[in-house]
């Protein structure tokens, strides 16, 4: 415990050098996402933004609290935990309130009418004061009238989206997007640019079909390249939603993870839409992966054929 204290109080020392640590040390470190709790809904985030808060060093301690049985404290658990002992208990959504109350991590940069194929759009260009990534939104309708909106987070899919690769159903999907929400009247459309590849970019997504060539499937060529599974995250699209007045949505997407996102950071998903494009033999694999190994709601009429993996592909997670 000294040792661990001791460390604790060196990485908390913004006069420490990394050459007073050895590794492996005491105490596990985790890096916290620039923009905090706005940007990633994560313990880490949350730790990290409370010292900030306090006009501390943007360092933190965080621990498990287990119950008298060993398990993992429940909700109410800690809520007593707090009250007999007199501490003070917030929760993450409680911090993304706050912080999204008194504080904005997006600017909006143009605003412009964009006749489409599907009807006229306007556009809404956002940067985000974290990363300088943009966040393009295309609205139809009124959609800040609190009534539940459809929407669709995109991530960009260059091979997809422009390319029409058969590859992946990314294309498809942003096609039936715009033709749900035009035939509503009224949603938004956001398209994220740096989701490539599920955040991996267009470079290691070409590496990544190489490698899905030689047999391996989406998620094992992203290991075997050292990268995630899924490297993306919610938190500043929902800004860019908020920013446009919505509060409740219909999320297209067979994806859970968009649903848990976009909740996390403070809209109500009412309804999660199944928007699924036509296979074929090039993506029948990766489809297949998304549904077995990262739980997407997708349904695969069995008949079509496997082309044995060598066309399985690294793209996004929809």
Do not use: W
């Amino acid at each position: 415990a000294n040792d661990r204290a001791l460390t604790i109080r060196k990485l908390a020392d913004p006069q420490s050098r990394p050459e007073e640590f050895l590794q492996p040390g005491h105490v596990t470190p985790l890096r916290a996402q620039p923009g905090g709790v706005l940007r990633r809904a994560g313990h880490t985030e949350a730790a990290v933004d409370l010292a900030l808060m306090a006009d501390f060093q943007p360092v933190a301690v965080m621990s498990t609290i287990f119950d008298e049985n060993g398990e993992l404290a429940s909700t109410p658990y800690l809520l007593d935990f707090a009250h007999r002992h007199g501490f003070k208990i917030a929760t993450i959504k409680d911090l993304i309130a706050y912080r999204r109350r008194t504080e904005k991590l997006i600017t909006l940069e143009a605003e412009t009418l964009m006749p489409t194929r599907y009807g006229d759009f306007t556009v809404y260009a956002y940067r985000s004061l974290v990363d300088n990534n943009p966040y393009i939104a295309l609205v139809i309708g009124d959609v800040s009238d609190g009534s539940d909106t459809l929407v669709r987070m995109h991530s960009a899919c260059l091979t997809g989206d422009v390319l029409g690769s058969r590859l992946c159903d990314c294309g498809d999907q942003l096609d039936r997007s715009f033709q749900a929400i035009a035939a509503e009247g009224k949603g938004v459309i956001v398209y994220i640019q740096h989701h490539e590849g599920r955040g991996i970019g267009i470079i290691h997504k070409l590496k990544a079909y190489a490698l899905q060539s030689q047999g391996l499937d989406t998620i094992e060529a992203n290991h075997a390249l050292g990268l995630p599974m899924d490297a993306r995250d919610y938190g500043i699209g929902a800004q860019v939603l908020y920013d446009l007045g919505l509060r409740r949505v219909r999320i297209l997407s067979n994806n859970p993870q968009k649903r848990v996102g976009l909740e996390a950071f403070g809209l109500t998903v009412v309804e999660q839409v199944p928007i699924e494009g036509p296979t074929n033999p090039h993506n029948i694999r990766y489809l297949r992966t998304k549904r077995d190994k990262m739980g997407h709601t997708i349904h695969l009429d069995g008949n079509e054929e496997d082309d044995g993996g060598k066309s399985e592909n690294v793209e996004k997670g929809i």
